[in-house]
C-alpha cells in the first residue's frame, strides 16, 4: 500500500520560534495532501488542503499565517508553525490522497507530536 | 453540514470474541463514501474499510464487517475473532463522492479494549 512519512516525528520547541514538518508520499506522487490536528484523546480535525503547485485550502478558524503550508513538490508539502506558542502543542497528522481503485482515499503519515515550552 | 457521531466512547471485548462499534451519520447527500480508521499506539491511521453508500451490499474484509443502514444513517464495524492486536481507536469517517474535496469528516471515536 501507499506510504507516507512525516519527519519529525516528534519536536520540541520554545515558544516564539518556528518549526517545520514534512510530510512526504514515498511510493507514489500526491497532488492532494491534507493536515490534521489530533488533540489528546480526540478526533482528528482538518486543517487545510494542500495542493501540488498552489495555495493551500485552509478549513475556517485555521490561520493561514501562523500555519504555513508549503506543497512545492508532487511528493512533499510542509507545514511551519510560525511564532508557536504552548497552545499549539499537539499531534499533527498528514495524509495523502491516493487512488484506491473505486475511488480515492486517505493514506495517513504516523504524525508528528509538537511540545512548545 | 455533515456529522458523523461515535456513541461509544470506550468499548471492551473478550479476546476471539465479537464487538460491535456503532457509527451514525448525518447527510442531506445521496452519494458518498463511509471508512473506518483504526488508529493503534503508535499513532498510525490505519484504513480498515470502505462503503460505498451507493452500494447496498454491506463491505467485508476478513474479520471486519460493516453493517450500513443507508435509510437510518448507521455505519457499524463489527469485529469478529477479535484479537489482542485489534485494540486502537477506531474512527468513523465520511467523505462526500460529489463535493470534489475529498475531504474527511471524522467521529471522536471509540476505545476498543482487548481482554486477554
Not at chain 1, 46 to 74: C, P, R, W
Not at chain 2, 27 to 33: G, P, V
Not at chain 2, 71 to 87: C, N, R, W, Y
Request: charged letters at 20%; one cysteine or more; glycine letters at 6%.
Amino acid at each position: 500500500g501507499a506510504v507516507v512519512s512525516q519527519h519529525p516525528s516528534r519536536v520540541i520547541c520554545k515558544s516564539g520560534t518556528s518549526v517545520k514538518i514534512e510530510c512526504r508520499s514515498l511510493d507514489f506522487q500526491a497532488t492532494t495532501m491534507f493536515w490534521y490536528r489530533q488533540f489528546p484523546k480526540k478526533s482528528l480535525m482538518l486543517m487545510a488542503t494542500s495542493n501540488e503547485g498552489s495555495k493551500a485550502t485552509y478549513e475556517q478558524g485555521v490561520e493561514k499565517d501562523k500555519f504555513l503550508i508549503n506543497h512545492a513538490s508532487l511528493t512533499l508539502s510542509t507545514l511551519t508553525v510560525t511564532s508557536a506558542h504552548p497552545e499549539d502543542s499537539s499531534f499533527y497528522i498528514c495524509s495523502a490522497r491516493v487512488w484506491g481503485g473505486e475511488t480515492y482515499e486517505q493514506y495517513f503519515g504516523p504524525g508528528t507530536r509538537l511540545t512548545v515550552t | 453540514a455533515q456529522t458523523v457521531t461515535q456513541s461509544q466512547p470506550e468499548m471492551s471485548v473478550q479476546e476471539a470474541e465479537t464487538v460491535t462499534l456503532s457509527c451514525t451519520y448525518d447527510t442531506s447527500e445521496s452519494d458518498y463514501y463511509l471508512f473506518w480508521y483504526k488508529q493503534p499506539p503508535s499513532r498510525q491511521m490505519i484504513l480498515v474499510i470502505r462503503q460505498e453508500a451507493y452500494k447496498q451490499q454491506n463491505a467485508t474484509e476478513n474479520r471486519f464487517s460493516v453493517n450500513f443502514q443507508k435509510a437510518a444513517k448507521s455505519f457499524s464495524l463489527k469485529i469478529s475473532d477479535s484479537q489482542l492486536g485489534d485494540a486502537a481507536m477506531y474512527f468513523c469517517a465520511y467523505r462526500s463522492a460529489t463535493s470534489g474535496t475529498y475531504k474527511y469528516i471524522f467521529g471522536t471515536g471509540t476505545r476498543l479494549k482487548v481482554l486477554a
